[in-house]
């Protein structure tokens, strides 16, 4: 059974710091590996999608890489801004089932 | 509409009675999932449509729960004797296809069971 994992639970930063999120899954055999945003009362959205056979995928300020032989991804957020707050999802897509989600990861980014 | 739109946004109930969720999936997305996140916790994969196939209820966690959908439109989530433990954010989200597609998800319906 697939399990993902999210470290740190919750991140507190000042504006303007890159910092480094990280996902861990325990079954390498995967499709892709999303990256979602949630924002409090909300759905998720869609970040960024790396398909199993890609390194890394970059939308503006965001860059996700995929290690999927060590079962690892980290998304990397540029120059932090407090609109970035919200809680940061990873997911893995495999064979068996569709996504399963880590619990995620609160960011907290203060002026 | 252009997104995924839930319906309720909000549900109060009490135990015991029957409610049904209501999902409208981006137009021409042949994938339709449903998720749960109680408080604290992950998200839960409930159950997949994907086009006239018969849908994934594996994840569905009691026979309580069912799923309908017609086509590639509307879908309706059941919940029969409502518990308790079945408080959470419900989620539906539609993609292309079942596979390597990115997933669009609604806000959501809040169930609160008294």
Redesign the interface.
Known sequence: KQE?TQIPAALSVPEGENLVLNCSFTDSAI??L?W?RQDP??????LL?I?SSQREQTSGRLNASLDKSSGRSTLYIAASQPGDSATY?C?V?SRY????????TMLLVSP | GAG?SQSPSNKVTEKGKDVELRCDPISGHTAL?WYRQRL????E?LI?FQGNSAP?K?GLPSDRFSAERTGESVSTLTIQRTQQEDSAVY?C?SSLV???????????TRLSIL
Do not use: R
């Open positions: 993902v499709y892709n999303q979602f009362g909300k759905g998720l959205t869609s999608l398909q999802l997911a897509e089932s569709t996504l399963t989600f880590g619990k995620g | 995924v999932y604290g916790q992950g998200l994969f997949y994934d594996s989620l989200a079942a596979i390597n597609q990115p997933q669009h998800f609604g806000d959501g």
